[in-house]
């Protein structure tokens, strides 16, 4: 990889159709608004999704943004990210990284949600109740987000319980075999029939099918800023599916994206095992997290001075 690589992609992707400018002022952009209040959402009557936050994008468009899915309360796995493979800690910012948050009934954990947000910045919140069926909300909220806020060329979506080879996340992106647009790709969920009990249960009216369409597992996929913008648009943001990946497939096919298979998003590793090819491992807490990042910035730092 090279800076020349990314500069050539970057000038391709910019004199493209495919990638337009959000509709968004220059100063509206450089606002930095962290507090997570009510305020903010009255100020935004615009929006389809409960927004109540946003975050800042730096000016400059992002190769890629990462949206991470995560419990309001889960301030340590946060904290891990960003002392990880979360930060961009290039001359050349290529990529952020923002949580997204719901709300739940604890005031000491909401206020120190505030104070984080105000620290790092990286906070995107709804307003709605933390619980695993409001994921596609949270889901929903981080699109939005990201197309009237942040000027990127991809979305890797993830959760926080995930690896995430940021480094390689570069090569990959700016190879010229990389679709620009029409992008929805990772580990590919095909014939999962539909549950009607427990956790992942839906029932008849919710969907009314036996199987899911394909779709890619939610522990982390990447889309093009074009699905983006078209899966917000066709979002149902009040009464979406509350399974959220599975969500993601049913509008991939209403909008005509192919599902893309890439087998480097490894979903259900039994080990803690690095893979220089691996982008997105799940699961990765705690110590294993903390090794396969040392190992990725390891075999990194020995690519570089191989040449």
């Not at 919140?125 to 806020?149: I, R």
């Not at 090819?277 to 990042?293: E, I, N």
């Amino acid at each position: 990889m090279t800076l020349n690589n990314i500069n050539d992609k970057v000038i391709l992707m910019a004199s493209s159709s495919v990638y337009s400018e959000p509709e968004t002022t220059a100063s509206k952009r450089e606002e930095t608004i962290n507090s997570l209040d009510q305020e903010v959402y009255s100020q935004n009557q615009n929006l389809r999704t409960k927004l109540l936050t946003n975050a800042t994008c730096p000016l400059d468009p992002l190769l890629f943004l990462i949206l991470v899915s995560s419990n309001v309360g889960n301030f340590d796995r946060r904290q891990l990210i960003r002392k990880t493979w979360g930060t961009d800690h290039s001359i050349e910012t290529k990529w952020k990284t923002v949580f997204l948050l719901g709300k739940n009934n604890n005031e000491r954990v909401m206020e120190n949600a505030t104070v984080e947000s105000g620290v790092y910045g990286d906070i995107v919140q709804g307003d709605y109740q933390e619980h695993f069926w409001n994921m596609s909300y949270k889901v929903a909220m981080g699109f939005e987000w990201a197309v009237k806020y942040c000027t990127f060329y991809y979305v890797l979506k993830a959760d926080d319980d995930v690896f995430v080879n940021t480094l390689g996340l570069v090569d990959f992106l700016i190879k010229q075999t990389t679709p620009m647009s029409k992008l929805y790709t990772g580990h590919i969920m095909v014939g999962s029939p539909v549950l009607r009990n427990g956790r992942y249960g839906v029932t008849l009216e919710e969907y009314n099918e036996t199987l899911y369409k394909p779709y890619c597992s939610g522990g982390g996929y990447i889309l093009s800023r074009d699905v983006v913008e078209t899966f917000s648009s066709y979002y149902d943001v009040l009464k979406p599916l509350k399974i959220d990946d599975a969500y993601i497939g049913i509008l991939a096919e209403k909008a005509g994206i192919k599902v893309i298979h890439n087998k480097e998003f490894r979903m259900y590793a039994d080990k803690c095992e690095y893979r220089d090819a691996t982008l997105v491992q799940h699961p990765a807490r705690g110590d294993c997290a903390l090794m396969l990042y040392h190992r990725m910035i390891s075999w990194k730092s020995k690519m570089y001075r191989n040449g």
